[in-house]
């Protein structure tokens, strides 16, 4: 009993994990990277400089300022940069279009992961093809969708509107659609057992497109504007699969996935992080540390004690790398250390200069 209730247990995190936001545009999201990696390459002469700019702007302010307006000054200018850079980077190095395609990938897996309360599960990024993958696979009580997500700045031409250039888009994302739907009924083909599978083209635009029809049917393939998709989905009729139906196609879809993606770990190590994991991990949590240790400096200098506004910048730096052994609070010490150790470096230019005097 307690064995068939933990591989229950296991079955659902499985589960959760083949519709998590982490497996979305997995080859995407390895393109953007790599942009990002190569014009960091490219261009560090110009990064670091930016990175230590704001640093070198608000220098006068430093010694013209006193009290908690000169820490204040210190702890933005410290934070400013590494913010330069990150935007800098991802907006010249041609990475902020794959990243609004990823936006618009997660839009899709969220509105179809609502779909599970109603019997529906969701795989995403599940590869058939070697170097391809399909964005999501859901099975459910109609049967199998195969659902490609698309962004362009541009209008998608469903209605009388749009570019001209766009059609050759739109035709060129439903054959990798009709393709993909085609890869999965052969793969899964016994399992499936004549079940329908159809294939979905989910369109983003930047441009305003709510005058447009919320879908059309294109051939053998539906493409839905991303803001209706919710309401297409609630259009699918019930009842062509049974519940054991749906576990028969689902155990294949996850054997498929389990594959592949020790395949790709071997081949080519983890994937690459979430666009939200990297601003929570690598921006928000150290800039949550040094603002907290930003005002905390600036409360001690409020004090108005000598020995504190010595001694306070020393304490923490220590504090900063005694949380370092905590490992979910590493990244928002190593923001708490980096604005402490600025402020010991700046209290010691200010030791230095009056003792010179």
């Known amino acids: 009993?307690?064995?068939?209730?933990?591989?229950?247990?296991?079955?659902?995190?499985?589960?959760?994990?083949?519709?998590?936001?982490?497996?979305?545009?997995?080859?995407?999201?390895?393109?953007?990277?790599?942009?990002?990696?190569?014009?960091?390459?490219?261009?560090?002469?110009?990064?670091?400089?930016?990175?230590?700019?704001?640093?070198?702007?608000?220098?006068?302010?430093?010694?013209?300022?006193?009290?908690?307006?000169?820490?204040?000054?210190?702890?933005?200018?410290?934070?400013?940069?590494?913010?330069?850079?990150?935007?800098?980077?991802?907006?010249?190095?041609?990475?902020?279009?794959?990243?609004?395609?990823?936006?618009?990938?997660?839009?899709?897996?969220?509105?179809?992961?609502?779909?599970?309360?109603?019997?529906?599960?969701?795989?995403?990024?599940?590869?058939?093809?070697?170097?391809?993958?399909?964005?999501?696979?859901v099975v459910g009580p109609a049967g199998l969708l195969v659902v490609e997500s698309k962004w362009s700045r541009h209008r998608w031409p469903l209605g009388d509107r749009g570019q001209p250039f766009m059609s050759?888009?739109?035709?060129?994302?439903?054959?990798?659609?009709?393709?993909?739907r085609k890869d999965v009924s052969t793969q899964f083909a016994k399992a499936l057992d004549g079940a329908p599978v159809r294939a979905i083209c989910v369109v983003w635009s930047a441009e305003d497109s709510s005058g447009d029809p919320p879908w059309v049917e294109f051939g053998d393939a539906v493409v839905v504007r991303g803001p209706a998709l919710n309401s297409w989905l609630r259009t699918l009729a019930g009842?062509?699969?049974?519940?054991?139906?749906?576990?028969?196609?689902?155990?294949?879809?996850?054997?498929?996935?389990?594959?592949?993606?020790?395949?790709?770990?071997?081949?080519?190590?983890?994937?690459?992080?979430?666009?939200?994991?990297?601003?929570?991990?690598?921006?928000?949590?150290?800039?949550?540390?040094?603002?907290?240790?930003?005002?905390?400096l600036v409360a001690v200098g409020l004090a108005h004690q000598t020995w504190l506004d010595v001694a306070g910048p020393f304490l923490f730096a220590a504090v900063g790398i005694a949380v370092l052994r905590i490992a979910f609070l590493r990244r928002a010490a190593l923001g708490w250390i980096g604005i402490s150790v600025g402020f010991v470096l700046i209290l010691l230019v200010f030791m230095i200069r009056d003792l010179i005097k």
């Open 1 to 137: 009993m307690r064995e068939s209730g933990g591989r229950k247990i296991a079955v659902k995190r499985r589960s959760r994990e083949l519709a998590s936001r982490e497996r979305v545009g997995r080859f995407t999201r390895g393109l953007a990277w790599d942009l990002i990696s190569s014009f960091a390459r490219r261009h560090w002469i110009i990064l670091l400089p930016a990175l230590f700019l704001p640093i070198v702007v608000f220098l006068p302010l430093f010694f013209l300022e006193h009290g908690a307006a000169r820490w204040i000054t210190v702890g933005a200018a410290g934070i400013s940069g590494p913010w330069i850079v990150a935007v800098m980077t991802i907006l010249m190095s041609g990475a902020a279009d794959p990243f609004m395609g990823l936006d618009a990938e997660a839009s899709t897996a969220d509105e179809l992961r609502r779909m599970r309360r109603h019997g529906w599960r969701l795989a995403n990024g599940i590869k058939i093809r070697e170097r391809e993958d399909i964005d999501h696979v």
């Open 168 to 180: 050759a888009q739109l035709s060129g994302a439903v054959t990798q659609v009709l393709r993909n």
């Open 239 to 296: 009842g062509t699969l049974d519940e054991p139906g749906i576990d028969r196609i689902w155990k294949e879809i996850e054997h498929q996935a389990s594959g592949r993606d020790e395949n790709d770990r071997k081949r080519s190590g983890p994937p690459r992080p979430t666009m939200a994991r990297v601003v929570v991990e690598s921006f928000l949590a150290p800039f949550l540390g040094a603002v907290l240790a930003l005002y905390g």
